[in-house]
Every structure is written in structure tokens, then in C-alpha cells.
């Protein structure tokens, strides 16, 4: 009879209590794993509820529709607003390398003892549309007023004793710098031009002890275009001298005078205009 051999049992058994502590230990270390990738997947789904919902990408400038140019009056519509116009036309009555004649009638506005009225002839050159040169030449007629009478038959003072202007002559610079269109009682639009001028000349007088006199000349005033070669004018010219006067003392004494002129008229341009 044999006897079986059982020295093996014993490391059969360690081997199997091995096997089991390595399983029981391998799934306690994955259970945490997965613990925690369900906790990070909860934490992601509640960013994402409270997050704002993005808004779709403006397409590139160069992707959007091109606007297509009207081409009625209905598709001025589609247009969009302009956020600033500026509007520039050229003026209606050109004046560059033209010649313009002028005449006039009117008077000084402020002589207290004559009434001095007239006309006056002007002829201008313009070297661009905004500036020229000009000559003036005004011719005055004076008759005594009320004052001058008075001051005669009650004081004894004879109008030869006060310096009256009987003309002006003179060049000056003129300078457009304004012009524009205006309505004429919502019939007609205008054009116009505003003009500022000034220079030298000399003024006659009568009463003081010289009959020309150096006098400085400012002025202003409008042209109405009627058409390209004739318009309406208004003149007004501010004219400053110093006259020498003797007293019947024979005392000499210098007064400064100062004459305010207006004048209405017309103005003819010419050549015609080739330019336009």
C-alpha cells in the first residue's frame, strides 16, 4: 500500500490566498477611479448649464453682400445714411481772366450840411475767382441841406468855410471769398458773391486848402447774377481823408473826414465764358 504525497498541498493553498488578496486589492484601487471620473463629468455638466450661450460669429467684412447701386428711385431706400455731406458747386458767374465794367448811382449816407449825390464808374480785372484788381471813380454833386442853411442865416457861416467831397478817385484789391445762392420770393434763385475791398486814392474837395487829397478807401458789397456776364451790384465804401482849413483868424487846423458812400448799379463781364 502506497501513501500519497501531500507536500505540495501546502503551497497550494498559499498560491490561492495570493491570487485572492491581489484581486481584492486590484478592484479597491479602481473603485476610486471611477469615483472620480463620475465626480469631474457632474462638475462639467453644471459649468456648462450656467455658462451664457455663445453667440453665432459676424460673418468677414468681405463676406458680407455687397449693396448693388440704385437704379431707381426706390432703391435709394437700401442705401445708408451718410454721416456727414458736404456739397461744393462752383460758382454760377465765373470770373477768372475776365474783365468787369461797372456803374453805379447813390451818394454819401452821413454828410450833415450837403447832400452829396452821383454815380460812380468802376472796371476790374480778376486774376482767379478770388481776387481782382479794381479802378473806382465817383463823381458827386453837392446842394446845401437845412443845416447848412440854418448855420448861415443865424450864425453868419458861409458853406465855403465846410470841406465838401466832390469826387473820389482810386485802385483797389478786391477779395471774394463769399458766395452763394438765395430765393428771390420762392420764385427764383440768385447766385451772388460778397466782395471786400480796400486801397489808396484821392478825393476832391472843396473848403479846405488843397483840392486832392490822399485819402484811404475800404469797402464792400454784392453782385447778383442775373446771367454769366451781367448781374446786379450794391457798393458801400467807407472813404477817410485829412483836410487842412483856415479859420477866419487865419489859424490853420487839420480835421479828419470820413464819408460813407452807397451806390446801386449793374456789371458786365466779359469775354464769354469759354472755360464751362
Known sequence: MHLVTTH????LVLAALLVGMT???HAQDEAPVEESAQDLDQIEAEIEKGAPPEKPAKPAAAETQATPDPQTLSDLGRLAPFSEVTVLQRRFQPKTERFQASFGLGGITNDPWFYGVGGSLRFAYHFSEAFALEGVATFLSNSERDSAKDLLANNAVSTSSIVSTKGFYGVDLMWSPI???MSLFNKRIIPFDMYFSGGLGQSEVDGATSKNLMTFHVGTGQVFALSKSWGFRWDFSWNTYAAKQVDTAGKES???FNNLILTL????FFPEVKYR
Open 8 to 11: 505540495w498541498i501546502p503551497k
Open 23 to 25: 484581486h481584492v486589492a
Open 179 to 181: 458766395y452763394g445762392k
Open 254 to 256: 487839420t480835421t479828419q
Open 265 to 268: 448799379g449793374a456789371s458786365y
